[in-house]
């Protein structure tokens, strides 16, 4: 089984993820809307929103079959399976691809068992970053600026072979003071 990404009506992700689980079975299809907890400061108060990872797209693992394929075309708000041009359906004219297994690691690494990606636990020490807790752990070399003000770091992520900038919430920790020891 591979996983495709299928453009739809932005703002309907989850309405086509419904139709899908109506149409296939668990077995047969697995479909993820990935989201983002964000903070949001609103007249003063801080808000913690969820928000599409990648706003008009679900993916989806599924073994693509002609079947498969054309009961994907009938799922209302859903336009097409992205393409890059490398896989052919019997339609004439129709192409799509599958998304890369790197580039879905990644993604699957950070939303974990569920769909979203929650705040990391980072301390910033002489402008290093260091992540501590959360889906950031151990992926430092994908953020690429930290809004300290904000709660927020942008993260780079290849998608079906683009570079796209995401945010995602953070939780700056405290640097660690090391404990004065008494000398004895």
């Not at 192409?95 to 980072?122: A, H, N, T």
Request: hydrophobic fraction near 35%; charged fraction near 25%.
């Amino acid at each position: 089984m591979n996983w495709y990404a299928l453009f739809v009506e932005s703002g309907q992700e989850e309405v086509v993820q419904k139709f899908l689980n109506l149409y296939f079975d668990e077995t047969s299809l697995h479909s993820v809307v990935p989201k983002r907890r964000v903070p949001e400061k609103k007249a003063g108060a801080v808000k913690h929103v969820l928000k599409k990872m990648f706003p008009g797209y679900v993916l989806i693992k599924t073994r693509m079959t002609d079947e498969v394929f054309h009961t994907l075309k009938k799922v209302p708000k859903c336009y097409k399976l992205l393409s890059q041009g490398t896989l052919y359906s019997k339609d004439k004219g129709t192409y799509y691809s599958k998304i890369d297994e790197r580039e879905m690691s990644l993604i699957l690494q950070l939303i974990g068992d569920g769909e979203i990606v929650g705040y990391s636990g980072i301390y910033i020490e002489n402008s290093r970053v260091s992540v501590t807790s959360g889906p950031l752990q151990s992926m430092e070399g994908i953020i690429t600026k930290i809004d300290r003000h904000k709660k927020r770091a942008k993260i780079r992520l290849n998608f079906m072979g683009a570079e796209k900038i995401i945010d995602v919430g953070v939780e700056i920790l405290s640097p660690c003071i090391p404990q004065l020891q008494k000398a004895t």
